[in-house]
């Protein structure tokens, strides 16, 4: 399998995925009051997620790093991502959001004057109407931010050409502004824990799939930068481990007299191995030991962050059974679309129900297979018994399609016509948002 983070191909088999690119399973076990997205499995997937936990459990710090790419207009499957920033938000996590006009410069051949005009019109003033809150939010530009830019040159210094196209594909007729695009993400996803922002805080990353490549990249120049590291060995033992040369013994000395301040006893270290063992530690421990090595390292190291986290969601199918696209009209259901038309998207959406009602009274639905469903699942219903319900008499044959239909959109009115009342608040308030800096 392959995963492009400019395509637009629809995913199925997510637990494929997940194994063959080392995603783990994402539980949402020990989260407070965890909504609809995170019980029913539609985040499926994350990497590093229980440093979030551990925050959001213990009430430390933490960030949001999301990110746009004005590129066309804002649909439901877009609503998933602003779903799970205002949940974080909700429990302390600082919100930045980029907004990738340079990626959609040089991928997309967006002037950055356009893509300015069409994230705050078609994206932030949505974000805001659906409940992002000013306190403790920053929304950027990545061509207006220096930080992001520098970051991202002195990050390159640890990656080469061979890797990036391994990871991306590259040709030698690629543009350079769409190589370069993929440090400049992970300058916009590390930047929030450069001391010139919050410092070194876990830091989560909210996206679809396809954008596990940057993140896969993110981690890898995160964890190359660092002079420890904490790592569960194949001997299963945890252990901290020294890069380079210089003041080794020093540094996993200094390692030992600040885990010993956090309650760590004993010790075996081996020096020819770059090697401080903690025998009385476990991979729960991990989280702690990361914390203590990340608050002493970044003293001397400049370049000293967390690896970033990130959750994986599901993509929504569009209405003709392929991927909810803002290319492609009649797939999505946009934010700003009237009732009246949504409405009618609605009633020729594919559903998976019989071909005629007496088939389906006879062999019933497959709920798993109708994009009607779908929006109950992901956005047009909170309660998990009522889901059932629905998913059961379809089954059973007893639910027919064109009721489930008149049901999505007299919702999805309510919804439309009460979010278009919200942006128009929304847009007085949009400014207040942004730093352009």
Not at 94 to 108: F, G, H, K, Q
Not at 303 to 331: I, W
Request: glycine fraction near 6%; hydrophobic fraction near 35%.
């Amino acid at each position: 399998m392959e995963i492009d983070p400019w395509s637009s191909a629809q995913y199925e088999d997510y637990a494929r995925l997940r194994d063959e690119f080392g995603i783990e399973e994402f539980d949402p076990t020990g989260l407070p009051d965890p909504s609809p997205i995170y019980r029913r499995g539609i985040v499926f997937g994350q990497r590093g997620f229980d440093a979030i936990k551990l925050a959001i459990m213990q009430k430390k710090p933490f960030t949001i790093l999301t990110g746009l790419m004005p590129s066309g207009r804002m649909h439901l499957g877009h609503k998933m991502v602003i779903d799970q920033v205002r949940y974080y938000q909700d429990h302390g996590a600082n919100v930045v959001l980029a907004v990738a006009d340079i990626e959609s410069y040089a991928t997309r051949n967006m002037p950055l004057e356009t893509a300015e005009k069409l994230a705050i019109e078609e994206y932030l003033i949505n974000y805001i109407a659906m409940g992002l809150k000013e306190d403790k939010c920053q929304v950027y530009f990545q061509s207006k931010r220096s930080l992001v830019k520098d970051l991202a040159f002195l990050l390159g210094k640890k990656l080469n050409w061979s890797t990036i196209k391994a990871i991306y594909g590259f040709e030698d007729s690629t543009n350079m502004s769409h190589i370069l695009s993929p440090l400049i993400q992970a300058g916009d996803i590390l930047h929030p824990q450069h001391a010139d922002m919050f410092g070194p805080t876990p830091l989560l990353v909210p996206v679809g799939v396809d954008q596990d490549p940057h993140m896969r990249l993110c981690r890898d120049i995160a964890a190359s930068h660092r002079l420890m590291n904490v790592t569960h060995t194949k001997d299963d033992r945890i252990g901290v481990f020294v890069k380079g040369e210089d003041d080794v013994e020093k540094l996993l000395n200094m390692a030992k007299e600040a885990l010993s301040k956090t309650g760590f006893l004993d010790f075996e270290l081996n020096v020819g191995y770059k090697a401080l063992y903690v025998p009385g530690a476990a991979e729960s421990d991990m989280p702690t030991i990361e914390e203590v090595l990340i608050n002493l390292e970044k003293e001397i190291n400049p370049l000293t962050f967390f690896l970033p986290s990130s959750s994986y969601h599901r993509f929504m199918t569009g209405l003709d059974g392929g991927k909810m696209s803002s290319s492609k009209p009649n797939t999505a259901i946009f934010l700003t679309d009237e009732p009246d038309d949504a409405r009618k998207k609605v009633m020729r959406a594919i559903t998976g129900g019989g071909m005629t009602v007496e088939e389906h009274k006879a062999n019933g639905g497959k709920p798993d297979q109708c994009t009607i469903f779908e929006m109950f699942l992901y956005h047009l219903s909170d309660d998990d018994e009522e889901l059932v319900e629905i998913q059961n008499t379809c089954k059973a044959g007893e639910r027919m399609c064109g009721h489930c239909k008149r049901e999505c959109a007299d919702r999805l009115e309510v919804f439309l016509k009460d979010l278009a009342e919200k942006r128009e608040d929304a847009r007085l308030r949009v400014e207040r948002y942004i730093r352009y800096d």
